[in-house]
């Protein structure tokens, strides 16, 4: 990890204040697309890729396929901040299984936690070990924390 830890962050820009609420020490650099995921990732090293499921037109299946076929490896979070039409739970568990099978570390339900201080703790929670590279702590009883 560098000094400073640096993100790449593939999210709609509606989420990226948030995101630089949950990790405010951090190097965020936002990206649009995937060129520009591509060219962020060549440019300088990452040590976390965070990727948002309705990234690009739900492009991020393609964006982790991409990260995880590189030579040097680091945790690849994805995350969801738009509601599901029922029923959200098959839809939210098959999404976690494909993104689980694809190469993810994490899975974080952003929608499931208020955008306030205990729910962008939640997420820190998540992401902070993986920074690290430690384990994730496990889920504390009534959060809705989602490894895999």
């Known amino acids: 990890m560098t000094a400073t830890p640096r993100i790449v ?5 509606a989420l990226q204040p948030r995101i630089r609420v949950i990790v405010p020490a951090c190097e965020l650099r936002f990206v649009r697309n995937g060129s520009e995921l591509v060219r962020a990732l060549n440019e300088a090293p ?8 309705h ?19 680091f945790p690849v979070v994805c995350v969801r901040d738009v509601p599901f039409a029922k029923p959200p739970y098959a839809a939210l568990n098959a999404l976690r299984a494909i993104l689980g099978a694809a190469g993810a570390d994490a899975f974080i339900d952003l929608h499931a936690h208020a955008n306030d201080e205990a729910g962008n703790a939640c997420a ?5 070990p993986l920074l690290r590279r430690t384990p994730p702590p496990p889920a504390a009883p009534g959060l809705r924390l989602s490894h895999r």
């Open 9 to 13: 962050a593939a999210v709609r820009s």
């Open 46 to 53: 990452c040590d976390l890729l965070i990727v948002e499921t």
């Open 55 to 73: 990234f690009n037109e739900s492009a991020a299946a393609a964006a982790l396929s991409y990260a995880r076929a590189r030579e040097e490896t």
């Open 124 to 128: 820190r929670a998540i992401l902070e």
